[in-house]
């Protein structure tokens, strides 16, 4: 019944990452931050699970106070997050 969850996306933060960044082509740290309501040292912990699994690249500009992150999802993280929101929904369903 649990197969196709994805652990690494199915940590709630991970996964409201995750929709934000399949709506989108690209997310500021910043924004992702705001969005999520969570600290930078949590977002950034989050981000760097999903960046070790290859779902999430970065790019960053800058440095030190006038430095920005900013995140897309790839294809392999478009792929997991596909099959993981059909297994939630067959879950849900009961199938």
């Not at 970065?58 to 478009?78: C, F, I, L, P």
Request: proline share 3%; net charge positive.
């Amino acid at each position: 019944m649990i197969d196709g969850l994805d652990p690494i996306i199915h940590v709630p933060k991970r996964l409201a990452a995750m929709a934000v960044l399949a709506n989108a082509p690209s997310v500021s740290f910043r924004f992702l931050k705001d969005h999520l309501q969570i600290s930078e040292s949590d977002l950034s912990k989050q981000m760097s699970a999903l960046e070790a699994v290859g779902y999430v690249s970065s790019t960053k500009v800058g440095r030190g106070r006038g430095g920005s992150t900013t995140y897309r999802m790839t294809q392999a993280g478009q792929k997991a997050y596909e099959q993981h929101c059909s297994a939630l929904l067959a879950l849900i369903r009961g199938a």
